[in-house]
């Protein structure tokens, strides 16, 4: 899939991922956002109102950004010839947010937190960092403090006790965190985690509300696409033939379901085509080529 578009533009209820985060960002109050680019950097060119102003900004890497708006609002990007990471990538930002806090949310997860929840607590703590996380989940990795508020531990790393939540990839820091990351170097944020979670300095809410999946692999791609309702399914530009069958799939617009095909469980995006007496189950359709024959669990 991400041989078309980068992961955090793959469509969901055939909207791209990134925006239904950047209508939750907007919900939750935020009017200014910075996107990380690497793979395939000009699809993002796609993004937001037709026709904006375009506004050049440099990067603290020396790589200029491109500016787009969405729904009124900036939205600079930022490009990284060479990926570098989570942490490197952050701090690949600092000129942009100056000395204002920040609000992170990792480019392939959905989520319908409360993200306002999230905000008043980071503003209330006066801490550098505060983690949104869950109680539920397979990867308990973070340790927290009696009160449930801090941070002691991630990953075991500090032998403070067990993981009891989950990190959801969304997360609030303050400028005084940036001297933590190292520019233009290719690193994880979570080493800075760990050296705050040394002296309870990372604040933590959990965050059980709405709904949260990391759409990181095709098995989480179809699933959220079972367990969500976000939308109608079959989207009313969706061509699809009386004499097809098509169940419990998600159909996106301009995509053409032939007579005599079958589609079960499946994904078939914006403008694929499924061929006459084709027959797909788990599948995810993304290509221009019309899918034949009989597939299951295959991306086509």
């Given at each position: ?9 793959v469509?969901?209820f ?15 109050g ?40 969405w ?5 600079d ?46 503003q ?18 973070i ?30 820091v ?19 985690f760990?050296e ?15 709904d ?5 692999d ?6 959220a ?33 032939h ?6 469980n ?35």
């Amino acid at each position: 899939m991400t041989h078309r578009v980068p992961k955090p533009l793959v469509p969901l209820f055939n909207r791209p991922l990134a925006h239904w985060i950047l209508d939750a960002c907007l919900h939750a109050g935020i009017t200014r956002f910075a996107v990380n680019t690497h793979h395939l950097p000009d699809v993002w060119q796609s993004l937001g109102d037709p026709n904006p102003t375009p506004l050049p900004f440099t990067a603290l890497n020396g790589h200029p950004s491109t500016h787009r708006l969405w729904r009124g609002n900036p939205v600079d990007f930022f490009h990284e010839p060479t990926l570098l990471e989570t942490g490197g990538g952050l701090k690949n930002i600092q000129p942009w947010i100056a000395d204002e806090p920040l609000l992170i949310h990792n480019g392939d997860i959905f989520s319908s937190l409360p993200l306002e929840k999230l905000i008043a607590a980071h503003q209330s703590s006066g801490l550098p960092v505060t983690l949104a996380l869950r109680s539920q989940g397979d990867q308990k990795r973070i340790t927290l403090d009696p009160s449930g508020t801090r941070v002691i531990d991630l990953r075991g790393t500090l032998n403070r006790g067990p993981g009891t939540h989950v990190f959801t990839g969304i997360y609030c820091v303050n400028p005084e965190f940036f001297p933590l990351l190292t520019a233009n170097h290719i690193a994880q944020v979570i080493p800075a985690f760990i050296e705050l979670a040394k002296h309870h300095h990372i604040g933590a809410i959990t965050l059980d509300e709405g709904d949260w999946l990391d759409l990181g692999d095709r098995d989480s791609y179809l699933a959220a696409h079972q367990s969500l309702s976000l939308a109608d399914p079959i989207h009313p530009d969706a061509r699809i033939h009386p004499d097809s069958l098509v169940e419990n799939s998600t159909v996106g617009p301009g995509a053409i379901i032939h007579p005599g095909s079958t589609v079960r469980n499946s994904v078939v995006w914006p403008g694929a085509s499924v061929a006459p007496k084709a027959n797909l189950d788990r599948c995810i359709l993304y290509s221009n080529t019309p899918a034949t024959g009989t597939h299951h669990n295959a991306d086509l």
